[in-house]
C-alpha cells in the first residue's frame, strides 16, 4: 500500500457510471484508473469522514492491493480493527480511515509564517492551515489548498514553497521556491505585486548556496530577519533584507541559535514569531521555541503532534 502511494500513477475518470451514482467512487482490481462520483465532489480534502484524500486511499487500496469491503465507516472499522485486526487488514475503508485521521502537518511543514492580522500560517505541498488564538481551534474545512487563498500562483510555486517571510517594517510578504521568489502586496495580502517571480540572487543580495534556494526565513520582533540554508544562516539588519550583514554566512551551531538540538544543526525546515512574539523553529516532526532570543525554551524540541492544531475527529 505504502508503494503505491509513493510511486504509482492514477487516471481519475469523472464519468461516473449511473448505477454507482450514490458511491463516492470506485475501481477496479488491478487498475490504475479510479472512477469519481458526484458524491465525491463537494467532500473536504483532508477533514471530515469520506473526505477525499480517504476516498482516494480506499480506492487506491481497491485497485492496487486488491483489498476488499468487509465493512464500512468508522465505528465499523474501529470495531473490526480490534475485535478481527486481520480482516481489518484486508478492508479498504480501515486503510481510509487511518489516513483520513492523520495531520499532514504533524510529519513536518515546509514553511510558516504569523501576518501583521494575527494569522499564523503553516505550508506543506500545495496545502496550508491558518488559524487565529488557539493553534487548536481551527474551523474543519482546513487545512485548504492554495488556490483557495492565492489563486494561481506561478507553476512551481503552486506546487509548494520553501519559505515563506513577512517583513513587517517593511510592508510585504514573499515566498520563495528554489532559486526564485515572489511578493504579495502587502503583509496580509494574497495577491501578487507585478513582476514576480525574481531571482533570489538579484533581490537578496545573496550569492552561491543561498542563491539556490532559502530552508527557512523569519523576521524577529527586533526587526532583523534571518535565513537559513542547510546548516548555514545569514543576517539582516536593513528594513527591505536586501544587503546581508557582514560576516554571514554563519553555521547555525555557531552559537547564535543557543545550544541546538542535534538534529536542528543540520538545518530548519521553517520559522515563525507566534503572535506571543515567541520565535518557533520547525525541524522534522519536531519544533523548538525561543522565549527570550538565543535562549531555547526549556522542554524543547517538542512535536508538533498535539501542538499545532489536528484534524477534527467526528
Ligand atoms: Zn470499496
Known sequence: MKNSLENDVFTYNFNCKPEYGL??????FNSHLIFLCPAYHPQGIFSGSEN?????????AHARVSKHDIIYGRWGCKNLAKDEPYKALNNADNYAYFVETLYPFNSGVD???TTPDGFTYLFKGNFFVRFKGSVTSFSP????????RFGNLPAKFGQGLDSFLCLKTFGYSYATKGSEYIRFKSTNSPALSN????SLQAGW???????????????????????????LFIKYSDNSASSVNSGYP??????????LPENFKSGFDAMTVFQNKK?????????????NFPTIDLGYPSPIKGNWGDIPQD
Do not use: C, M
Not at 474545512?141 to 483557495?148: I, M, N
Not at 513582476?195 to 525574481?198: E, K, L, S, V
Not at 550569492?207 to 535565513?227: I, P, R
Open 23 to 28: 458511491a463516492y467512487a470506485y475501481t477496479y
Open 52 to 60: 477525499k484524500v480517504g476516498t482516494i486511499v480506499h480506492e487506491i
Open 111 to 113: 514553511a510558516a509564517t
Open 279 to 291: 520565535l518557533h523553529v520547525f525541524k522534522g516532526s519536531e519544533y523548538i521555541r525561543y522565549s
Open 141 to 148: 474545512r482546513w487545512p485548504v489548498l492554495f488556490k483557495e
Open 205 to 231: 543580495g545573496v550569492s552561491s548556496e543561498f542563491s539556490l534556494g532559502f530552508d527557512s526565513s523569519v523576521q524577529l520582533s527586533n526587526g532583523l530577519t534571518y535565513v537559513t540554508k542547510k546548516d
Open 250 to 259: 554563519k553555521k547555525l551551531d555557531s552559537g547564535e541559535w543557543g545550544d
Open 195 to 198: 513582476g514576480y517571480p525574481a
